[in-house]
């Protein structure tokens, strides 16, 4: 019984040692992904966003802020390609990971504008506002959607 119990206290402390190798693991590949996304290295970049991911999906360890900015950033990637529809998706899984990040609302905000979607537009851009009421680039985006829309119905579509 006593082995057991040795035993047991060494699996453990491996486990603790794991988990740890993988958080910092998972550190380092946001630090990279973040890298090269500044480096404008995009494939690379969601390559690593996308494997950071994914291990928090498998791990469900990872802080909220960081699962949010890995999603936005893949989602902007996606939207530089002019992958509207995929990039609507990181965005919405960047809200869901962190509901309080005013970012991701704006970026998926932005996109259901260039699509013509305003009513969706507005919802984010306000949502944004609410967040964080300085944001500037929220702000303009609200009022040129709002005059867009109005434009939109006055001339009957």
């Known amino acids: 019984m006593f082995q057991d119990h040795a ?4 699996v453990t402390r491996t486990e603790r040692r794991f988990t740890t190798e993988m ?10 992904a973040h890298y090269e996304f500044q480096n404008k290295n995009f494939p690379q970049a969601e390559a690593l966003y996308t494997k950071f991911i994914s291990s928090c999906s498998q791990n469900r360890d990872c802080e909220a802020g960081s699962l949010s900015t890995a ?14 529809h995929e990039a609507v998706e990181d965005y919405t899984s960047a809200i869901k990971a ?3 990040c005013e970012i991701p609302l704006y ?6 504008y260039r699509l013509g979607f305003f009513d969706d537009a507005k919802k ?5 506002l609410k967040l964080n009421p300085d944001f500037e680039d ?3 985006s609200l009022q040129q959607t709002l005059l867009d829309q109005q434009e939109k119905i006055n001339r009957g579509y």
Do not use: T
């Open 138 to 140: 929220a702000k303009v």
């Open 7 to 10: 035993l047991y206290s060494d």
């Open 98 to 100: 962190d509901s309080q």
């Open 23 to 32: 958080e910092e693991d998972n550190s380092q590949i946001l630090q990279n």
């Open 124 to 128: 984010d851009f306000q949502q944004a």
């Open 107 to 112: 970026n998926r905000g932005l996109i259901h």
């Open 71 to 84: 999603y936005n950033n893949r989602g902007q990637i996606k939207y530089f390609r002019v992958d509207f």
